[in-house]
């Protein structure tokens, strides 16, 4: 018998979304369980429909390792839950309200999101991505508050065909022979001239039940940013965000394109990068962070207590969680002065070279916005940080410290450590986040960037070569 400790609400809750989703697409024939990882695009198998019910009560595996594969989809060794340990298999479980069509598929196809539970105990995996994001949610729900959160998410389209060195080029329009090469910022004729692609987006999110809104072109050429609806929950809107970026890329191919969320694409051109918009309600619905009509801050209401201790924990936590927000060698190029890209811990009111900005302090839309993550980063990651560093600013009782007005200063704050391998370390210094977000995922993920790093830095590159090979 199977040792789960999966609630046989769940279970039913889904055999029953199953069932009604059957009935309304009984032509599908096989299902994708899609797992999140530590980086990388989601990993899982195909499964017959008819092994959904299997599904729901428990009895679909896989090796418990999935999650901590490594970015080109190999174990790592260092994190040691693989073969280190006879690389045991989970229990996967179905995530309810996932289940959908799989619009680009050639033969009718659901999706859903999977978790990883152990056999022996039926307990959360101590490492499930989605895992970690659950157990931050939970600690707010003891505090019977509720985090609200919507996301934005910068991509490129690009060429299917990179240049012979391997990198990317921009998109040709249809009916057009030149490359997209300069800035494009809310241009609507970009945006116009890829309709058909970004529509399909539009219509697979849809079939998706991922709540995308607003489309603009940003400054790189072919790149645009899509946001994602608000919602009342943090581990929904991680489930959007990393099945969004799924849909980007099926569309984009089907359209002769490719799509690309690393987060410094081009050298002479903007990264991408990752948004979280956030709000906290209480137990009435009442957010937390209206702070009234009673005082100014230019036009801007002022921050109250609680928004004002909400940023001054994730200032205080933000150089412990960078690792999070910026998990790849890559992730480091994106932070450059006047970029949009934050290089400073500080904060300020409608401010975008900061790290955190306030759009609103009053009403029900009063929240921060979280701007130092790119694209690259994992969603569920980057918002347990988030409501880690909330936590720590609601327990400490932090102050934020003066919100900044000119670019002037920003630039004098102590920056951002521009060096994976010390944000790789300090994240593994960071017992506090161990003891909240748990001991396992802290120190396999801790590893597992620490093994990504090794492997990057030993690699020779071509621009190496050309630089040195005949000229020392």
């Given at each position: 018998m199977l040792a789960t400790n999966r609630e046989p609400n769940l279970a039913d809750q889904f055999k029953a979304e199953a069932e009604a989703f059957l009935a309304a697409n009984p032509d599908i024939?096989?299902?994708?369980?899609l797992l999140p990882r530590f980086c990388g695009p989601l990993m899982g198998k195909w499964l017959p429909v008819e092994a959904l019910t299997k599904l729901a009560e428990g009895g679909v595996r896989m090796p418990r390792s999935t999650a901590a594969l490594d970015i080109w989809g190999d174990d790592v060794p260092a994190v040691g839950i693989?073969?280190?340990?006879?690389?045991?298999?989970?229990?996967?479980?179905p995530v309810p309200g996932t289940l959908s069509r799989?619009?680009?598929?050639?033969?009718?196809?659901?999706?859903?999101?999977?978790?990883?539970?152990?056999?022996?105990?039926?307990?959360?995996?101590?490492?499930?991505?989605?895992?970690?994001?659950?157990?931050?949610?939970?600690?707010?729900?003891?505090?019977?508050?509720?985090?609200?959160v919507a996301t934005e998410l910068e991509f490129y389209l690009i060429d299917r065909n990179t240049t012979q060195t391997g990198h990317p080029q921009g998109p040709i329009i249809s009916g057009q022979t030149d490359r997209l090469t300069d800035s494009q910022v809310y241009n609507m004729d970009v945006i116009a001239s890829?309709?058909?692609?970004?529509?399909?987006?539009?219509?697979?999110?849809?079939?998706?039940?991922?709540?995308?809104?607003?489309?603009?072109?940003?400054?790189?050429?072919?790149?645009?940013?899509?946001?994602?609806?608000?919602?009342?929950?943090?581990?929904?809107?991680?489930?959007?965000?990393?099945?969004?970026?799924?849909?980007?890329?099926?569309?984009?191919?089907?359209?002769?394109?490719?799509?690309?969320?690393?987060?410094?694409?081009?050298?002479?051109?903007?990264?991408?990068?990752f948004h979280v918009h956030m709000s906290l309600l209480d137990e009435e619905g009442h957010n937390i962070f209206d702070a009234g009509k009673t005082s100014k801050?230019?036009?801007?209401?002022?921050?109250?207590?609680?928004?004002?201790?909400?940023?001054?924990?994730?200032?205080?936590t933000m150089r412990d969680m960078q690792i999070l927000f910026a998990p790849h060698a890559n992730s480091y190029r994106r932070?450059?002065?006047?970029s949009y890209a934050p290089t400073t811990p500080c904060w300020g009111y409608d401010h975008r070279a900061v790290a955190i900005r306030v759009p609103a302090s009053s009403g029900p839309a009063a929240r921060f916005e979280h701007?130092?993550?790119?694209?690259?980063?994992?969603?569920?990651?980057?918002?347990?940080?988030?409501?880690?560093?909330?936590?720590?600013?609601?327990?400490?009782k932090t102050n934020?410290?003066?919100?900044?007005?000119?670019?002037?200063?920003?630039?004098?704050?102590?920056?951002?450590?521009?060096?994976?391998?010390?944000?790789?370390?300090?994240?593994?210094?960071?017992?506090?986040?161990?003891?909240?977000?748990?001991?396992?995922?802290?120190?396999?993920?801790?590893?597992?960037?620490?093994?990504?790093?090794?492997?990057?830095?030993?690699?020779?590159?071509?621009?190496?070569?050309?630089?040195?090979?005949?000229?020392?």
């Open positions: 024939v096989k299902v994708e369980i693989a073969l280190e340990k006879g690389d045991p298999d989970g229990i996967c479980l799989v619009p680009w598929a050639c033969e009718p196809t659901a999706q859903v999101l999977v978790t990883m539970t152990e056999i022996e105990t039926g307990n959360p995996c101590g490492y499930d991505t989605r895992g970690v994001l659950e157990k931050m949610t939970e600690r707010f729900a003891d505090l019977k508050l509720t985090p609200v890829f309709e058909p692609v970004l529509a399909d987006i539009y219509s697979a999110c849809k079939a998706q039940n991922i709540p995308a809104e607003t489309t603009i072109s940003e400054f790189g050429p072919g790149q645009f940013e899509m946001n994602l609806l608000h919602v009342p929950s943090a581990l929904q809107a991680a489930d959007h965000c990393i099945l969004f970026k799924r849909v980007v890329r099926h569309v984009a191919r089907k359209h002769g394109f490719d799509a690309t969320f690393m987060a410094k694409p081009y050298a002479h051109s903007t990264g991408n990068g801050q230019g036009a801007v209401e002022q921050a109250n207590a609680p928004l004002q201790q909400a940023i001054g924990g994730m200032l205080e932070f450059q002065p006047e701007r130092v993550a790119g694209a690259d980063a994992n969603p569920y990651f980057v918002i347990s940080a988030l409501l880690a560093g909330v936590m720590h600013g609601f327990i400490a934020p410290g003066q919100a900044i007005e000119t670019l002037e200063q920003v630039e004098v704050k102590t920056p951002l450590s521009p060096i994976w391998q010390e944000a790789i370390k300090q994240f593994g210094g960071a017992k506090w986040f161990a003891d909240m977000a748990g001991q396992d995922f802290h120190h396999c993920y801790t590893k597992s960037r620490e093994a990504e790093e090794a492997i990057v830095s030993a690699t020779i590159t071509d621009f190496e070569c050309r630089s040195y090979l005949r000229t020392v």
